[in-house]
């Protein structure tokens, strides 16, 4: 879970524009102001990228011994409103088959929901097969547009054996808005 600290939001950007705007003027009057502009558009960039993790998310996932996931979560800035969910295996049963899941719940930062959503092809789940070495990938969506852009929720992943159910990786909860 990432949250933006008042200091790098707020008064980094008002001390460097207030600091700014104090200096001596000198000669070079436009190359100065030139500068603050720079200045402050990259500090406005890079709020916006602190920002930008609760649109898009790079989720990790863990299971015992060396087991490791990751799923790429990114929501491109566009009407369709599709989430694409690049997911990543590793060190899992070799030649099986997972699932990959996930639950919602309250913008709390507490990911308390167990009600699983196994995620695929749009509404059709999809597995994630291992190879020989228990690697796997696979690349899955999901469609939101029946949610209104703005809603915020939490949200956390498992991958799950697709024979068992067992659980074998989980993720910690993160903060989500929908763009």
Same mark, same amino acid.
């Given at each position: 879970?990432?949250? @933006?600290?008042?200091? %790098?939001?707020?008064?980094?950007?008002?001390?460097?524009?207030?600091?700014?705007?104090? #200096?001596?003027?000198?000669?070079?009057?436009?190359?100065?102001?030139?500068?603050?502009?720079?200045?402050?558009?990259?500090?406005?960039? /890079?709020?916006?990228?602190?920002?930008?993790? %609760? &649109?898009?998310?790079?989720? @990790?996932?863990?299971? #015992?011994?060396?087991?490791?996931?990751?799923?790429?979560?990114?929501?491109?800035?566009?009407?369709?409103?599709?989430?694409?969910?690049?997911?990543?295996?590793?060190?899992?049963?070799?030649? %099986?088959?997972?699932?990959?899941?996930?639950?919602?719940?309250?913008?709390? /930062?507490?990911?308390?929901?167990?009600?699983?959503?196994?995620?695929?092809? /749009?509404?059709?789940?999809?597995?994630? &097969?291992?190879?020989?070495? /228990?690697?796997?990938?696979?690349?899955?969506?999901?469609?939101?547009?029946?949610?209104?852009?703005?809603?915020? &929720?939490? @949200? %956390? &992943?498992?991958?799950?054996?697709?024979?068992?159910?067992?659980?074998?990786?989980?993720?910690?909860?993160?903060?989500?808005?929908?763009?």
């Amino acid at each position: 879970m990432r949250k @933006i600290n008042l200091f %790098h939001a707020v008064l980094l950007p008002a001390i460097l524009v207030f600091t700014l705007s104090c #200096e001596k003027e000198t000669g070079n009057d436009q190359q100065q102001q030139g500068d603050q502009l720079k200045t402050q558009k990259v500090i406005t960039e /890079g709020l916006w990228k602190k920002k930008d993790p %609760h &649109f898009n998310l790079d989720v @990790i996932l863990r299971g #015992e011994r060396k087991q490791f996931g990751f799923v790429i979560f990114r929501q491109n800035p566009d009407a369709a409103k599709i989430i694409t969910l690049d997911t990543w295996v590793l060190g899992l049963e070799p030649n %099986h088959e997972y699932l990959l899941q996930r639950a919602v719940d309250t913008f709390d /930062g507490s990911c308390t929901s167990t009600t699983w959503l196994t995620l695929g092809k /749009g509404l059709t789940p999809q597995s994630i &097969f291992t190879n020989d070495k /228990g690697m796997g990938y696979e690349n899955l969506w999901r469609d939101i547009s029946a949610i209104a852009s703005g809603t915020a &929720f939490d @949200i %956390h &992943f498992q991958v799950v054996d697709a024979e068992t159910l067992a659980i074998v990786l989980t993720s910690d909860c993160y903060e989500y808005v929908v763009r």
